[in-house]
């Protein structure tokens, strides 16, 4: 079946250190991919998304590029900070039938002065 | 200018004692969403309206029920919530289905005593 998978967190981080966490997903179709970021105590927020292969999507310095060929969507960010603490999802979502994103398990990041 | 709206932001209620959150968008959007977050955890979608028309997890108990009066409104009724049911319980909305870019809620935090 259609899933995500992440990289286990946490991550830990010095301020201005550069930022991967891996995401890769199994599809039978051509979904849309998405990161979705968890502040503490708060609902969901899109970071960015992309809708077809080679799609780079970009927001507050973090990129991802969907990468058909080695199913990935991987999230970087040059220089973090202590703001981007947080929870990081990975999802993909389908047009047609489906009306529901498919997340993965979450990244927790944790950025130190 | 909060786009989705959730009622109460924390809820406790009693072991057994029904309980209705509650959510509203002003997006004008046609799929409402109710997802569960237990701690650590992706959201778990319970069910969802695409406008009037309701679709039902598989692995959602029956325990859980929802209601959609208008476009504008969704309520979640916990029937006899246990204890496994405290959770953050998350809406979200989208204006057409599992492609589109999902807008969450805060979230409610419901604690069962």
């Known amino acids: 079946g259609d899933s995500v998978t992440q990289m286990e967190g946490p991550v830990t981080l010095s301020e201005e250190a550069f930022l991967t966490i891996n995401c890769t997903y199994t599809a039978t179709g051509y979904p849309s991919l998405f990161w979705y970021v968890q502040y503490p105590g708060e609902g969901l927020q899109l970071l960015l998304k992309a809708t077809k292969a080679d799609d780079k999507g970009s927001n507050k310095g973090f990129e991802a590029t969907y990468r058909k060929e080695t199913t990935s969507f991987h999230l970087e960010k040059g220089s973090v900070q202590v703001s981007d603490s947080a929870v990081y999802f990975c999802a993909l979502g389908f047009s047609g039938g489906y009306n529901k994103l498919i997340f993965g398990a979450g990244t927790r990041l944790a950025v130190h002065p | 200018d909060a786009m989705v709206i959730q009622n109460p932001r924390y809820q406790v209620t009693q072991f057994g004692k029904p309980v209705t959150l509650s959510c509203s968008q002003t997006?004008?959007?046609?799929?409402m969403y109710w997802y569960q977050q237990k701690s650590s955890q992706a959201p778990k979608l319970l069910f969802h309206?695409?406008?009037?028309?309701?679709?039902n997890e598989a692995d959602t108990p029956d325990n859980f029920q929802s209601r959609r009066p208008n476009t504008s409104f969704c309520f979640l009724d916990i029937r006899s919530p246990g204890l496994g049911d405290a959770a953050m319980y998350l809406c979200?909305?989208?204006?057409?289905?599992?492609?589109?870019?999902?807008?969450f809620g805060p979230g409610t935090r419901l604690l069962v005593l």
């Open positions: 979200a909305t989208s204006r057409e289905g599992g492609r589109e870019t999902q807008y």
């Open positions: 997006l004008n959007h046609n799929v």
């Open positions: 309206y695409y406008d009037k028309d309701f679709n």
